[in-house]
């Protein structure tokens, strides 16, 4: 029995020191020390033994036990201190790398432009409306004081989706949508940016879908000067405080007179160069006096109440603030050219 159990401890012992993994080594414990493992089993035939031999045995067989599990310890934690270290050096990171550069995106140039168009009106007092892109004919046309068959409606060549509905060709509806709900009863002062339609043929300057801010104020004693002197803090603001304005008469058939801005050449201060064609002065909006039959139409009463209005295209004033060259950039979205005006 002494020799078997020798035998058995050093088996144990090349076994372990043999062993590469710590389920190897839970093997081993299991088959030697568990309590089907062959010392259990000596242990178990000790009653056969006499009474001298038995404590000489059962000592053996304990130290012979204290043994295998002192190596068998002593390798575990061998193998779990190489586990780990493998690890750590599979986990290192290297903090002298260059770091990976995290693509950030930013609002698009008309988005931008957009806003700021609105904070600007938004810090002169005017609300933001919106309306609806298809829009119907009525408040499209026939309540701008352009009813059917005015020949002023071919100044805007239209997508329509039936006789009465449309792809709206300028934001002008939402004013006389906006009128029209507050029925004359108090003053209207908003502004109503968005996307407007027309049946023109894309090139760098003309696009069938763009983009419209039009301004609207309608209050008792409201005069030309207002609206210039609206107009001017805008250009001032968004265009630089030493630009210059100036009104020229035109004609739109909700206003009435009608204007149209231009704000001094900002590449040639004036003088007259290629960007304001020889001017001095570029072309940025248009507007006018509320027609007093768009106020009539809408439930204001043009002896009371009056106003004024205009309209203008972020897509050009952006072009115009950027020297951005075509119009489709705005559409086609290409990055490298969106980026450039992405604010850090
Ligand atoms: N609705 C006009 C346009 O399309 C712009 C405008 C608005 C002019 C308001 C005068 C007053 O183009």
Redesign the pocket.
């Known amino acids: 029995m002494k020799e078997r159990l020798q035998e058995l401890q050093s088996e144990a012992l090349e076994k372990v020191e043999r062993s590469s993994t710590l389920s190897d080594l839970q093997e081993i414990r299991v088959a030697y020390l568990g309590k089907k493992g062959p010392i259990t089993e000596v242990l178990r035939g000790m009653g056969k033994l006499s009474k001298e031999e038995r404590p000489v045995i059962g000592d053996l067989a304990n130290k012979v036990r204290e043994a295998i599990t002192a190596e068998l310890d002593r390798k575990k934690t061998i193998l779990e201190k190489k586990a780990l270290e493998k690890k750590l050096e599979h986990e290192t990171i290297d903090v002298t790398l260059p770091g990976r550069p995290v693509q950030v995106g930013g609002p698009h140039l008309l988005t931008s432009i957009v806003e700021e168009i609105e904070d600007l009106f938004i810090g002169m007092g005017f609300e933001i409306r919106e309306g609806p892109e298809v829009e119907t004919d009525y408040y499209n046309f026939e309540a701008l004081n352009l009813p059917k068959g005015h020949p002023a409606r071919d100044m ?1 060549d239209s997508f329509y989706i039936t006789e009465e509905l449309l792809l709206r ?2 934001t ?1 509806p939402v004013q006389a949508r906006t009128m029209g709900e507050y029925q004359g009863s108090k003053p209207v002062k908003m502004i109503c940016p968005g996307k407007v339609y027309r049946r023109d043929t894309d090139d760098a300057t003309h696009s069938h879908q763009f983009t ?1 801010v ?1 301004g609207l104020y309608v209050d008792k004693n409201v005069r030309m000067s207002d609206l210039k002197g609206v107009l001017n803090r805008f250009a001032k603001q968004m265009f630089g405080e030493d630009r210059e304005i100036r009104l020229r008469p035109s004609f ?1 058939p ?2 009435e007179p ?1 204007v149209e801005m231009d704000i001094s050449c900002k590449v040639c201060s004036g003088v007259g160069c290629s960007v304001c064609k020889g001017t001095g002065w570029i072309e940025i909006l ?3 006096m509320v027609h007093p039959r768009v106020l009539e139409l809408a439930g204001y009463d043009p002896k009371i109440y009056n106003g004024f ?3 203008m295209g972020p897509e050009r004033i952006a072009m115009l603030k950027y020297g951005v060259d075509d119009i489709r950039h705005f559409y086609t979205n290409d990055i490298r050219f969106l980026k450039q005006y992405h604010k850090a």
């Open positions: 805007q060709t300028h002008s419209q039009e739109f909700f206003t009608s248009g507007g006018g209005a205009f309209g």
